[in-house]
C-alpha cells in the first residue's frame, strides 16, 4: 500500500520560552518571516517527523515578531492556548511544520533545502557524494547567521568522509532536483582540500 503520509517543510525549531504569556524564542528556519502573517494554522511536531498530520498538533499562531540583538535572525512565535511558561515548555524542542505543498513559492535562482539532500554532487561528470544538509556559517556565538558568506553543502562520499563544499552560484552548473543531481565546476584540488577541513572540524568536536 502507498504512503500517504504528506511530506513536510519545517519553517523554525523551538527553543525555549520568551516572555510570560506562552511566547517561544524559535531559529528560523525559512527565509520567508513574513509567512507567518498569511498563514495561521501550522503543526508542531518532534524533530525529523514524517507521520500523518493527525499525528501532529495543530497549531494557530497568534502573533510573531523578530527580535534584535543577540536573538537577531530568530523569531519569537505565540500560539492560541499556549499562554504560559509551563505551556511554552511543553512544546520547547518541537519543530514548526506545514505540508510541503503549502510551501512557498520560490523564483527561478532559490530553492529549499530539503529539496538538496538526498541529490548526488557531481564535479563535472565526476560523482563527489550525496549532499545530506546545508550548513549556514555563523558568528562564534552561533546567534547569528553571516550573511555574506556562502552556505556549505554537507556531502558524504562513497569512503564515507564528509566534504563540505561552499554552495556558490559560481561554480554551480546545474540542479536537477527530478533527478537528484546537482552539478557543479570546482576549483582544483578543492574537494580534497574540504575533505581535510571536514575532518579536522569533526576531530575537534
Same mark, same amino acid.
Given at each position: 500500500? #502507498?504512503n500517504? %503520509?504528506?511530506s513536510w517543510?519545517?519553517?523554525a525549531h523551538?527553543?525555549r520560552?520568551?516572555?510570560?504569556?506562552?511566547?517561544l524564542?524559535? %531559529?528560523?528556519?525559512?527565509?520567508?518571516?513574513e509567512? !507567518?502573517?498569511?498563514? *495561521?494554522?501550522v503543526?508542531?511536531a518532534?524533530?525529523? !517527523?514524517s507521520?500523518p498530520?493527525? #499525528?501532529a498538533?495543530a497549531? %494557530?499562531?497568534?502573533?510573531?515578531w523578530l527580535?534584535?540583538? *543577540?536573538?537577531a535572525g530568530?523569531?519569537?512565535?505565540? !500560539?492560541a492556548g499556549?499562554d504560559?511558561?509551563?505551556? #511554552?515548555?511543553a512544546?520547547?524542542?518541537f519543530?514548526?511544520?506545514v505540508?510541503i505543498?503549502?510551501?512557498?513559492q520560490?523564483?527561478?535562482e532559490?530553492i529549499?533545502?530539503?529539496?538538496?539532500?538526498g541529490c548526488t554532487l557531481?564535479d563535472?561528470?565526476?560523482?563527489v557524494?550525496?549532499?545530506e544538509d546545508?550548513q549556514?556559517?555563523?558568528t562564534?556565538?552561533?546567534?547569528?547567521k553571516?550573511?555574506?558568506?556562502?552556505?556549505?553543502?554537507e556531502v558524504?562520499s562513497?569512503?564515507?568522509d564528509e566534504?563540505l563544499?561552499? !554552495?556558490v552560484?559560481?561554480?554551480?552548473?546545474?540542479v536537477?532536483?527530478?533527478a537528484?543531481?546537482?552539478t557543479?565546476?570546482?576549483?582544483?584540488g578543492?574537494?580534497?582540500?574540504?575533505? #581535510?577541513a571536514a575532518?579536522?572540524?569533526d576531530q *575537534?568536536r
Open positions: 500500500m #502507498a500517504s %503520509d504528506p517543510v519545517v519553517l523551538l527553543l520560552p520568551q516572555g510570560r504569556k506562552g511566547e524564542l524559535a %531559529d528560523l528556519l525559512t527565509d520567508f518571516p509567512r !507567518f502573517e498569511d498563514r *495561521k494554522q503543526f508542531l518532534s524533530e525529523g !517527523f507521520g498530520a493527525s #499525528a498538533r497549531a %494557530d499562531v497568534v502573533s510573531f527580535p534584535v540583538g *543577540k536573538n530568530r523569531i519569537v512565535l505565540h !500560539f499556549i504560559s511558561i509551563s505551556d #511554552a515548555e512544546v520547547a524542542g519543530d514548526v511544520i505540508p505543498e503549502e510551501r512557498q520560490l523564483d527561478d532559490s529549499y533545502i530539503s529539496d538538496l539532500v557531481y563535472g561528470a565526476t560523482a557524494g550525496v549532499i546545508v549556514f556559517p555563523s562564534p556565538d552561533g546567534t547569528r553571516l550573511e555574506e558568506a556562502a552556505p556549505l553543502l558524504r562513497s569512503d564515507g566534504i563544499i561552499p !554552495f552560484k559560481a561554480f554551480l552548473v546545474e536537477n532536483t527530478e537528484k543531481r546537482v557543479m565546476s570546482l576549483p582544483v578543492l574537494v580534497d582540500v574540504n575533505r #581535510a575532518s579536522d572540524i *575537534k
